[in-house]
């Protein structure tokens, strides 16, 4: 999705706080260098940036790991924290009887997300009803009538009166009976004086449980200018960001919580009603840094380990032998192919690049590997370097296989050594399990 190359970049700083020997002054200020810049390039607002930076410097060099944290995990959980500062804790529409008014810039998504929000909360066993206080665009009324009639939502509009908040207050007269009630406004090209006051005085008439800012995910750094000005007329209490299915950055829309000091409450994914999803904070920045998905690993390691042992800790601890390999392959072979398993670690795997047929050991190469491993000696499974030419050809006289065969089993182990050698060092000695529990809200669902 959106901000995928924000989520590459803050795992490749996040990566290097793992791996760091020790966290110091360097260090922090390497990462937050590339967090900045990782930001920035997202269209997250500048000001913006900086703050957060300095507060994961100063956190960072200043906090004391709690008991259980090494400082690495310390300044991992920072970095996160302060990411989940930057995006709210996610606004609070829960479900119950409501007024709500979208506010927002023209073409930014107002009346779809208007008939996507009836929807939704028609899903969830409220009755909604929607009203049509755009009076500015001509197709506005047709066009949400529309959306609404395809969901069963009702819906109150007034073709031909101009008069937006006399419209709104008729409709909030019709529609009393209702659970929840939405109010879709006119938007326009940028901020005009006039639609400031319109928007005030449907404001006034309304006077809205809800004031949602509807914003383009493509809308950039002029977003925060544009969501003070939104803020500063009608008291905004909640973003939505739409069309993060598109391309855009989205940074600059996020920013916009910050300015209106309101959280995201849903994202818009898509066109159709249903493409709605209610924002969780902890989650999308898990997803972001790549933590997502740890849980699912854990549950399919713990699935396999009830027959066949296989401790995920295991996988990156102690010396990598050939015995050790090939156990692994066993083991990964039930899990799932390698580069799936390493893209479920935290930090996205940090980062090792696997492709897929390397590592996908069928059940014939492994069973080769396994003849070629029992003309080892006990010494060479153990230290792998030690097996020189003249030993592969011992060995490969030995299990009745080729050199080229030998030789491929330990490319295999050499690759793979690197692999787990790279997550070792960038797990430190995190713990999985502990790991879990940390960003444990993250990891809901
Ligand atoms: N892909 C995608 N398209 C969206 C999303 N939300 C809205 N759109 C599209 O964006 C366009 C503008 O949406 P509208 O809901 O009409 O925007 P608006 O803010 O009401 O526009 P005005 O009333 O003219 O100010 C439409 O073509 C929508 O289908 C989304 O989340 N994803
Ligand atoms: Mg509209």
Known sequence: MVL?????????????????????KAVVDEAVREIQRALLQADVNVKLVMTLS???KERALNEKPPAGMNPREHVINIVYQELLNLVGHGADLTLKKQTIMMVGLQGSGKTTTTAK?????????LRSAVICADTFRAGAYDQLKALCEKQGVFFYGEKGNPNAPQVARNGLEATKKYDVRIVDTAGRHALEADLIQEMKD??????ADHKLLVMDAAIGQQASEQARAFHDAVNITGVIITKLDGTAKGGGALSAVAETKTSVAFIGVGETPADL???EADRFISRLLGMGDIKTLIEKAQEIQTDEAVDVDALMKGRFTLKDMYQQMEAMNKLGPLKQIMQMLPLGGLGVELSDSDYQMTKDRLDKFKVIMDSMTEDELNDPKMITASRIKRISLGSGTSSENVRELLKAHQAMQ???????????????KRLMKKFGPGMKG
């Open 277 to 279: 999803e209610k924002f």
């Open 54 to 56: 300095n507060r994961i």
């Open 117 to 125: 929000l009836a929807t939704y909360f028609q899903r969830k066993g």
């Open 4 to 24: 995928d190359n924000l989520g590459v970049s803050l795992r490749d700083a996040l990566r290097k706080i793992a791996s760091a020997n020790k966290i110091d």
């Open 418 to 432: 690197k692999a787990f050698k790279g997550m070792r060092g960038g797990m430190g000695k995190m713990n999985m």
């Open 202 to 207: 449907i404001h006034t008439v309304v006077n």
